[in-house]
Each structure stands twice: as structure tokens, then as C-alpha cells.
């Protein structure tokens, strides 16, 4: 019987969860399957893509750059609309292919190694713990949405301190972030508007050029410039400020570049997208996720609780569990094959990491959250040269706050139904509320 994938293109199945179990019907019959693109929530067709499921072909497909290329189309499965927004966008370190990409991660890779997390360490730990008993306040049980007032606050906290931005405007990241992720989801896209009065001048400065919704309430496609004004306006005020007063951190380095490493415009305020957004997106839906992983296995929360020790392990399979980035795409750059089926030079191929983070060839009972887990080679921050940067410091804040939270709690459980982003792309948690009672 021959399986229809066409669910997996449309984001609004992702709002009753991913279809794990499409999936692996799909994996069972080959490690490879075709889906068509058609027109959706005002999208126009596209050409469709190769969708990679298994473990051993989507590492195969990230480690070759050269046959399965980042730069080509770029790394989202719908094509940018003109093929201005596609240049643009390529001059992003997230959309570029050795050498180039190599050009723009080393300045800023040592910021993210473990012995430079390990530094930051104390103070994501303080930081998580103080967050907690925030939220906690002095009750004895209460309730709470665990992905809005705990889970949102840590990664902003971290990501504002690694780019160097003043804390006050922590909660700008927080918009983009929202709109970028959130622009197959209106109700997630127009969700965290900033509040001007809390912010630095050059927040309410770059405030001047946030782009309005339409008369449907939708922004902007904010894979254009146009669309995200507000966050390269934000990025030059920054800028500024750090040539004038430059520090150790992410934005000074890279603004201290010379010679072929020096930075264009473009390349400097897409790599400023990058951090914004993608550093703080994966995480702060990563802890919301990780929180939904031990709701559904009450049994391993307590095991957990019992031995603190096994965060060692704990770690990375909460996050494979939940796999925040679902999928990312190449495009084949000459005629070629994955698994043996024929793929023609320009075929998007797009692989599956929710898939490959289940595959019963790598993982047994994959769909089991297994703490002890061990070894456990997930897909979780990618594979090959473009390895997530912040894979370290994701792990860190994860640790950091859920330490926190199941050492100031005896019980936790749902005070309601979790909310999910309509996204065929992140696996995002809108709303996660959550009953507690005190140790």
C-alpha cells in the first residue's frame, strides 16, 4: 500500500503533534521519499523535495557539502520569493558551504567551545535557579505556563549576554524570534510585541522600523530584509555602540575581523539574524519540549529526582525525544543519489531530523524516553561542518534549568493541554501550563 507524506508539508498537522507514526511507515518502506509542494496558507506551489528518514542517510547528505549544497536554495524548504530575498539570505554563515562558511564560524567558534560554556556555566546556573524561584514565589503549589514565564527567559537571558546586548532588551529576541518561527502561525507571529518603555534607546529606536501586520494580522515574510527592519536597524545601534566600547563578546568579535575575514554589511547583519533567532529558538522550544517528555513518562521524572546524576545522559535524550528543528534542506548540486535513488542536480533534498531521531536502526524503542540512554548519537544540532555552534550552551541551559525546578518541586504535572506552533519546520510549544507542589 503505497503511503501518502502529503501531511508532513502542510504545518497545520504539527499542531496535533508531529506524525511520528507517518513517519515511520515512510522509513519502513525506504530511506528515502518524494513529496510534492502544494500551494498553502497563501504560499504558491512548489517543485517538491526529497525527504531523507533514516539515521545514516541524513548524516550522509550533511556531511557532503559539495553534493548537497546549503548555498544553492538556501535552507528552508520553500524557495525565497524573488531571487533578490535569495541573495540575500545567502550571505548568511547558516546558508553558505566551505570555504565560505568556515570564513565566518571560526572568528566567532570559540565562543561556544565547551571550556568557554563551562565559564558561563555558574551563571547560567544562577540565573535558572533565580528564575525558578521567581516563578515558584513563595506558594506551596500553584500554577503556571512553563513555556512563556520560565522556559522563555533563561535562553534570552544567556543569548543577550553571549551578543552583548543590554539585559533590557533581552525581550526583542524574543520578538523576532516569535515572528521568524511563528510566520506559518499568525497567532505565534503578532504574539510578543515589545514594549518600548522597557527597553534601551536603540530598542525604541529600532522599534521605529518595525514592519506592520497586514489587514489579515500577518507580517511580513521575515526571510526578507524588509521583513525584519527592526532587527538589522537593532543590529547597526548595537554595532555602534560596540566599536565605541567593545567587549568579549560575540558581536565584538566579529566586528574586530579585518583583512578577507572582515565582514560585509550583509554578511554582518545576517549573521546577527542568525544569532538572534536561531540561538535563541531551538532552546528556548528545546526546554518547553523536554518539559512534555517528562510529563508523558512520570516514571522517568521520578527516576530523575532520585538520581540527579543521570543529567549526564538525561540531557541529550530530552532533546532527541523532542527534536526541536524538524527538518533542513540542501539542494543537490550535480546529478547524483541518496540510498541509491537517482536525485537531479537542483532537487531540494530535505532531511528529516524528527525522523532520523527515531529510526529503529539506531535507536531501540525510539519512541521511549530512556534517561540512561547510552550512547545516543541524535541529530538534534545537525552533522557535519554545519554542527550547531551552540550545541554546548543549549545542553548547559537544559541542565541548568530543569536542576533548578525538580530540586524545588515534588510533583509537576499538566494543568492543561499543551499548545503547539503550526510549523512544518520547529517543533515549538506556544503554551505549556503546568501545576506544581513544593518539595
Do not use: C
Given at each position: 500500500m503505497t503511503v501518502d507524506p502529503a501531511p508532513l508539508v502542510d504545518p497545520r498537522t504539527y499542531v496535533d503533534g508531529v506524525p511520528y507514526h507517518l513517519l515511520a511507515t515512510l522509513r519502513a518502506a525506504g530511506p528515502v521519499a518524494w513529496v510534492e509542494e502544494p500551494p498553502l496558507l497563501g504560499l504558491s506551489g512548489g517543485p517538491g523535495f526529497w525527504l531523507v528518514l533514516r539515521h545514516a542517510e541524513v548524516t550522509d547528505v550533511l556531511k557532503q557539502p559539495r553534493l548537497f549544497s546549503s548555498w544553492l536554495g538556501a535552507t528552508q524548504i520553500r524557495d525565497p520569493a524573488t531571487p533578490e530575498d535569495l541573495g540575500y539570505v545567502r550571505r548568511m554563515m547558516l546558508n553558505m558551504d566551505p570555504p565560505e562558511h568556515g570564513r565566518l564560524r571560526r572568528p566567532v567558534a570559540r565562543s561556544f567551545t565547551p571550556?568557554?560554556?563551562?565559564?558561563?556555566?555558574?551563571?547560567?546556573?544562577?540565573?535558572?535557579?533565580?528564575?525558578?524561584?521567581?516563578?515558584?514565589?513563595?506558594?506551596?503549589?500553584?500554577?503556571?505556563?512553563?513555556?512563556?514565564?520560565?522556559?522563555?527567559?533563561?535562553?534570552?537571558?544567556?543569548?543577550?549576554?553571549?551578543?552583548?546586548?543590554?539585559?533590557?532588551?533581552?525581550?526583542?529576541?524574543?520578538?523576532?524570534?516569535?515572528?521568524?518561527?511563528?510566520?506559518?502561525?499568525?497567532?505565534?507571529?503578532?504574539?510578543?510585541?515589545?514594549?518600548?518603555?522597557?527597553?534601551?534607546?536603540?530598542?525604541?529606536?529600532?522599534?521605529?522600523?518595525?514592519?506592520?501586520?497586514?489587514?489579515?494580522?500577518?507580517?511580513?515574510?521575515?526571510?526578507?530584509?524588509?521583513?525584519?527592519?527592526?532587527?538589522?536597524?537593532?543590529?547597526?545601534?548595537?554595532?555602534?555602540?560596540?566599536?565605541?566600547?567593545?567587549?568579549?563578546?560575540?558581536?565584538?568579535i566579529l566586528l574586530a575581523q579585518q583583512g578577507e575575514d572582515r565582514l560585509s554589511v550583509d554578511e554582518f547583519e545576517n549573521m546577527f539574524w542568525l544569532f538572534a533567532v536561531a540561538g535563541n529558538e531551538t532552546i528556548r522550544n528545546g526546554l518547553p519540549g523536554a518539559m512534555i517528555a517528562l510529563l508523558e513518562h512520570p516514571a522517568e521524572m521520578a527516576r530523575l529526582r532520585r538520581d540527579p546524576d543521570l543529567f549526564d545522559t538525561a540531557v541529550d535524550e530530552l532533546l532527541r525525544w523532542w527534536t526541536p528543528v524538524m527538518v533542513f534542506r540542501r539542494t543537490a548540486t550535480t546529478d547524483t543519489a541518496v540510498a541509491g535513488v537517482p536525485v537531479r542536480a537542483g532537487d531540494k533534498v530535505v532531511v528529516s531530523f524528527a525522523s532520523a531521531n527515531r529510526d529503529e536502526r539506531v535507536f531501540a524503542d525510539p519512541d521511549r524516553l530512556d534517561l540512561a540512554r547510552h550512547p545516543n548519537p541524535h541529530l538534534v544540532f545537525g552533522h557535519g561542518p554545519h554542527f550547531c555552534l551552540g550545541a554546548h550552551l543549549a545542553r548547559c541551559q537544559l541542565r541548568a534549568l530543569f536542576e533548578a525546578l525538580l530540586a524545588n518541586t515534588a510533583s509537576i504535572t499538566y494543568a492543561g493541554p499543551p499548545a503547539y506552533l503550526r510549523s512544518n519546520f520547529q517543533r515549538g510549544v506556544k503554551r505549556l501550563p503546568i501545576h506544581w507542589r513544593r518539595r
Open positions: 571550556r568557554a560554556v563551562g565559564a558561563l556555566e555558574a551563571s547560567i546556573r544562577a540565573t535558572a535557579a533565580a528564575l525558578v524561584e521567581r516563578t515558584l514565589g513563595d506558594a506551596d503549589e500553584g500554577t503556571f505556563d512553563f513555556a512563556r514565564d520560565l522556559a522563555a527567559d533563561l535562553p534570552l537571558l544567556t543569548l543577550a549576554d553571549v551578543l552583548g546586548m543590554p539585559e533590557p532588551d533581552r525581550w526583542l529576541l524574543y520578538d523576532w524570534s516569535n515572528r521568524v518561527i511563528g510566520f506559518q502561525d499568525p497567532d505565534h507571529a503578532g504574539s510578543a510585541a515589545f514594549d518600548p518603555r522597557a527597553g534601551t534607546a536603540a530598542a525604541r529606536e529600532a522599534l521605529r522600523h518595525r514592519p506592520a501586520p497586514d489587514a489579515d494580522g500577518r507580517m511580513p515574510d521575515p526571510r526578507t530584509r524588509a521583513g525584519m527592519a527592526d532587527l538589522y536597524a537593532y543590529a547597526h545601534l548595537l554595532a555602534e555602540s560596540k566599536r565605541r566600547s567593545p567587549g568579549p563578546d560575540v558581536m565584538s
